[in-house]
Nanobody
Framework: QVQLVESGGGWVQAGGSLRLSCLAS????????MGWFRQRPGEAREFVAS????????DYADSVKGRFTISRDNAKNTVYLQMRSLKPEDTAVYFC???????????WGKGTLVSVSS
């Protein structure tokens, strides 16, 4: 049974930092590209960042470039999202995603809430 469990969310003032973690189990972590998405109340889920299986070639939404950093530790089956210079508009539920195109496998975590106050 595949599980993706996010942690590290919480409340922070604007300009602050948080680091999200996503621990994966039940899959071969190194075979999956990993990503972070977020969903604000009443809005569609949107892409935040992704990282390839080997950890190179990170990709970011324009809205978070220069502020967020995605990384992974394949030995720990964990992907991270370091968030700096947080803004109120970053307030959302953040979801972890694992994707393997070849196998057609796509898994999601249940999300962690990030609240940024002005």
């Amino acid at each position: 049974q595949v599980q993706l469990v996010e942690s590290g969310g919480g409340w922070v003032q604007a300009g602050g930092s948080l680091r999200l973690s996503c621990l994966a189990s039940g899959l071969t972590f190194s075979k999956y590209a990993m990503g972070w998405f977020r969903q604000r109340p009443g809005e569609a889920r949107e892409f935040v960042a992704s990282i390839t299986r080997s950890g190179d070639m990170p990709d970011y939404a324009d809205s978070v470039k220069g502020r967020f950093t995605i990384s992974r530790d394949n030995a720990k089956n964990t992907v991270y999202l370091q968030m700096r210079s947080l803004k109120p508009e970053d307030t959302a539920v953040y979801f972890c995603n694992a994707l393997n195109w070849e196998e057609g496998s796509d898994f999601w975590g249940k999300g962690t809430l990030v609240s940024v106050s002005s």
